[in-house]
C-alpha cells in the first residue's frame, strides 16, 4: 500500500497543513497549486506555469465530505480541476473521458462499489485515496473482485500505484483546532452512506459514552482504543513531526499514548527497512532540538469547562446557535426562514475576534463598519457619484482613472460588506439569547463559582423562578448547578438534595436531572479540577469580573442595529445586559500545557502534578528485554520499554493538546490565549467538539444506565 503526504512546515497550521494534503490529493498527488485569493485571482491564472489542467470527478462518501467541507469551497474544487463531486452510493452517470478520483473511507461496502464502478467502466482512470489506512484483507478483497470481473485493465498499470492511503481521518473547522471523524456503526442495516457523519453524531457514539459506560465491553474499549490512536496517528502525520508523547496515568489517555506511541515506533522501523517515511526529519534522538510534544489528557480532568457558559465569540456562537463543521445557521423569526454562514480561516473578522469577549466583537463591529463607509466614501468622492453601487453609470470617456481605481476596489468592497453584514446578522441572534436567558449574569455567576456559597446558588435559581425576562432556560440553571457541584469542595446530601428540588421546581425533567447524579458519583470516585484552583502561572487577571470600559462596545452595537432593523423590536435588546471582560485565568487544560510546554512560568502545583505524567519518545531505542548488559545500556540511553522515559522537564516551541472523551471552543479559546502570549504554537482537538447541550446528554445517558 502506498502513502502519500506533502511536505510540511513548521509555521504552517494544522488546518494548512491538511489543506495542502487534500489538493495534492485532488491535483493526483503532484504538488498541491496555491488557491488564489480573489482579489489575485486573475493575476494567478495569468501567471499560471504548472501547465494545463486536468478536469476530473471526485467520488466522496459522507465521511471524507465532512473532512472536505471545514477547509475547502466549491471554487477551490473548480481551481484543482475538479469539475463535479458526487457520493459513492448516488446513482453517476458515466463518464468515459474523465479520470477519477475517489477520496473514501476503506470499508467493504466502499470497496464494493468501487468494484462495480470499475466494471462498469465509468471513468476514464481510477485515482484511489482512502482518508486512513486500507487493511490489508479489503485490498485483497479489491484485488480479488476486480480479477474477477476481469476489469483489471481499468486501471492502467503505471496508475495501480495511486491506490494512497491519505492519513486524513480528522476534521479542522478552525486553523489549530480538529476532532477525529467518528466510528463508523457496525448495523448493517444502516445505509453506509450514512454511518459515521460528524454532523450526525449521537450520544452512544461519543469516545466519552464509550469509555465510560458500565455495559462497555473489555473488547469494545480495546476497539475505541485503537481506532482513537489510529486516527490521532493520522494527525501526526499530517503534522510532519514525531513528537514526545506526554500523558496522565491509569487512565483512557495512557491507554491511547500508550498505543499512538506503538503506532509510530512501527512505522519508523518500517521506514528504516524501505527507506519511506510519512515524517521529516526532526533531529531524531533522545532528546533532539526542535521537536513539539504531544499532550494526551483524559476528559475527566476537567468536566467543568465542558458545562460552564462561555462569554468569547466563538464559544457563545457554538452553544447558542446551530453550528456544525464550520457553519452556522440562524433563524430568521421576520421572514420565517433560516440562514447559513461559512466561518472559515479566510473570513479575516472571524480569523481575528474568534477568541475575543462579545463586548470586544461589539466594538470591532462597529469599528469595521466605520472602516469600510470611510473606504466607501473616498470612491464615490473621487468619482463623483453619490453611492457605490452608481459606479456603472460613470461616463467611462471622462472618468476613466477614476472608473479604474473604483473597479480595481470595488469588488472587495462589496465582499468586505457582505462579510459585515454576516456577522452583525450573527451577532444580532446572540444578542437575542443572552437577553432572552441571562447569560451575562450566569457568566458572571459561574466566572466567581469558587466564591459562591450553596445558600446564594439556590437564591439564585428561586429568584430565576420569580423573573419574566431574562430567564434562563431549565438546562441552562441545570448546567450552573453542575459547574458549581463539581467547583465546591464539599457538598452535603442536604444542600444536594435542594439542589435537586430547585432543579426540578424550574423545570428540568427527571431524565435531565441524571446528567447531574451521574457527576454526583463522578465526584465521589475522583478528584474533580476547581476552577478556583486553575489560575496560576502567567494568568494574572487584567481587570477581572466588569469592566467599565466593554460597555461601549455594546452601545455602539445597539445603534448600529437600531438603526438597520429598527421595525425588528431591537431598540431596547441590549438594555440591561452586563458587561463583563472574563478574567483571564488558565483552565485545567492550559495550566498542565504550560507545565510541559514553559516550566518556567509554570506553577509549582501544576510541575508536580505534571512531573508524574508518562513520557514516550517514540524514536529512542527500546531497552532489552532481559540481561545486565542491555539494563546498563537501557538505563544510558534513558529508556524503557517502548520509549518510556525517566520524566523529566522540557521546554517546547510547537506542542499539541487531545482531549480523550471530546473538545469545547471555551479550552480552544483559553489555550489559545495562552499560546500568543507566550509565544507558543499549539493546536487543540478531542475525539470530538462537543457543545455544553450536547455534553450533557451523554452525562445523563450515563447517569441513566
Partial sequence: MAHQKTTTTQASTLQQLQTNSLLSLLNLNAPPPTIASEKNALTSLGNNTTGPTVWKVLILDNRTKDVLATVLRVQDLRDVGVTLHVQLHSSRPALPDVPAIYFVSPTLTNIRRIAEDLNSGLYESFHLSFVEPLPRSLLEEL????????????????????????????????????????????????PPA?????????????????????????QMIEAEIDRIASGLFSVVVTWGQVPYIRSPRRNAAEMVARKLNTKIRDHLLNATRTGKTLFAADGGG?????????????????????????????????????????????????????????????????????ANPFPQVAEEIDSELA????????????TGVKDVNDISQLDVASSAAHLKAAITLLPELTARKALLDAHM?????????????????????????????????????RSFQTKSEPSPTPQDQL?????YYLSAQTVSKEDTEALEKELTKAGVE???????????????????????????????????????????????????????????????????????????????????????MDPSSATSTSLTETDDFLFLDPRARATPASGPAG???????????????????????????????????????????????????????????????????????????
Fill in 510 to 596: 427527571e431524565w435531565e436531572l441524571t446528567s447531574f447524579r451521574y457527576l454526583r458519583k463522578m465526584k465521589d470516585v475522583m478528584k474533580m479540577s476547581v476552577p478556583g484552583a486553575a489560575t496560576g502561572g502567567t494568568a494574572t487577571p487584567l481587570g477581572g469580573g466588569v469592566s467599565e470600559g466593554w460597555g461601549r462596545g455594546w452601545g455602539v452595537l445597539g445603534n448600529k442595529l437600531t438603526d438597520r432593523l429598527k421595525e425588528g423590536g431591537l431598540d431596547n435588546l441590549l438594555s440591561g445586559v452586563k458587561n463583563f471582560l472574563p478574567s483571564s485565568k488558565l483552565l485545567p487544560v492550559t495550566r498542565i500545557t504550560e507545565a510541559l
Fill in 479 to 483: 448546567r450552573l448547578a453542575c459547574v
Fill in 631 to 705: 539494563s546498563r545500556a537501557g538505563a544510558a540511553a534513558g529508556a524503557g520499554p517502548e520509549g518510556e522515559q525517566k520524566a523529566r522537564r522540557m521546554t517546547f516551541q510547537d506542542g499539541m493538546v487531545f482531549v480523550v472523551g471530546g473538545a469545547g471552543y471555551a479550552e480552544y479559546g483559553n489555550l489559545g490565549e495562552w499560546a500568543s502570549k507566550s509565544s507558543r504554537r499549539v493546536s487543540y482537538g478531542g475525539t470530538e467538539i462537543l457543545d455544553p447541550s450536547t455534553f450533557l446528554d451523554v452525562l445523563g445517558k450515563l447517569g441513566a444506565i
Fill in 371 to 382: 472602516k469600510y463607509k470611510q473606504d466607501a466614501a473616498d470612491i464615490t468622492r473621487s
Fill in 286 to 354: 533522545v532528546g533532539g532540538l526542535g521537536r513539539p510534544v504531544l499532550v494526551i489528557l483524559d476528559r475527566n480532568i476537567d468536566l467543568v469547562s465542558m458545562i460552564a457558559h462561555g462569554w468569547t465569540y466563538q464559544s457563545l456562537i457554538h452553544d447558542c446557535l446551530e453550528m456544525k463543521l464550520g457553519r452556522v445557521t440562524v433563524a430568521e423569526p421576520q421572514k420565517k426562514t433560516k440562514k447559513s454562514y461559512d466561518l472559515t480561516s479566510s473570513d479575516y473578522f472571524w480569523a481575528k475576534n474568534a
Fill in 143 to 190: 484485488a480479488s473482485l476486480v480479477a474477477r470481473d476481469g476489469t483489471s485493465e481499468a486501471i492502467e498499470q503505471a496508475r495501480f500505484s495511486e491506490v494512497l492511503d491519505q492519513y486524513l481521518s480528522f476534521v479542522t473547522p478552525s486553523p489549530q483546532l480538529f476532532s477525529l471523524l467518528p466510528n463508523i456503526p457496525a448495523t448493517p442495516s444502516q
Fill in 194 to 218: 450514512q454511518g459515521g457523519e460528524v454532523s450526525n453524531l449521537t450520544t452512544d457514539l461519543t469516545s466519552y459514552y464509550v469509555l465510560n459506560a458500565p455495559s462497555t465491553t473489555e
Fill in 425 to 461: 446578522n450573527l451577532a444580532t441572534a446572540l444578542l437575542a439569547e443572552i437577553k432572552a436567558r441571562g447569560l451575562d449574569e450566569l457568566f458572571s455567576t459561574e466566572e466567581a463559582i469558587s466564591r459562591q456559597t450553596i445558600q446564594q446558588i439556590l437564591e439564585l435559581l
